[in-house]
T-cell receptor, first 110, second 107 residues
């Protein structure tokens, strides 16, 4: 069964901490995405990647960075966590006609 | 900018009712996806459409490419259908999402 796995389901971090959210896919997909989901705002794209070592900004990249050193792994980094980054974070991988989400990481920044 | 618009935002139905959720989009697409997210759960893909209609159990999805519109229908709705339904369109390697329709089916 193909999967997109996010390393943590729930995470609580302090303001100012550096936070790593990990995502691994086993489908050999070139494209990987990081979204955040907030009530009333839906899914918003933070960053995406078409290939290893390649990244593109999405709609709301401020305060985030990403790393894709291997095809199967796409990491989202919060350089200095802030309370307004409390959210559900969803990773996805895709080909044009195949699109799979991870189960999400609910991050709370206190 | 809202490349994808869904309606209604919230929907409450009695068990057994026929339900329709609508999605309109403004970009040229290669495919449209309907996604389902149960409370506290992950997102699963229900349908991928590029034309016509698809059916899976009690769920039916249609798309009209000329009108840039898609509908998701649920026949004989059941409380376990309660979830958020999200329309997403694919253009090349980019995806745009609607804000979702929150469906509650009451027994």
């Amino acid at each position: 069964d193909v999967k997109v796995t996010q390393s943590s389901r729930y995470l609580v971090k302090r303001t100012g901490e550096k936070v790593f959210l990990e995502c691994v896919q086993d489908m050999d997909h070139e494209n990987m995405f990081w979204y955040r989901q907030d009530p009333g705002l839906g899914l918003r794209l933070i960053y995406f990647s078409y290939d290893v070592k390649m990244k593109e900004k999405g709609d709301i990249p401020e305060g985030y960075s990403v790393s894709r050193e291997k095809k199967e792994r796409f990491s989202l980094i919060l350089e200095s966590a802030s309370t307004n980054q409390t959210s559900m974070y969803l990773c996805a991988s895709a080909r044009l006609y195949g699109y799979t989400f991870g189960s999400g990481t609910r991050l709370t920044v206190v | 900018k809202n490349e994808v618009e869904q309606s209604p935002q919230n929907l409450t139905a009695q068990e057994g009712e026929f339900i329709t959720i609508n999605c309109s989009y403004s970009v040229g697409i290669s495919a449209l996806h309907w996604l389902q997210q149960h409370p506290g759960g992950g997102i699963v893909s229900l349908f991928m459409l590029s034309s016509g209609k698809k059916k899976h159990g009690r769920l039916i999805a249609t798309i009209n490419i000329q009108e840039k519109h898609s509908s998701l229908h649920i026949t004989a709705s059941h409380p376990r259908d309660s979830a958020v339904y999200i329309c997403a369109v694919a253009t090349g390697n980019q995806f745009y999402f609607g804000t979702g329709t929150s469906l509650t089916v009451i027994p």
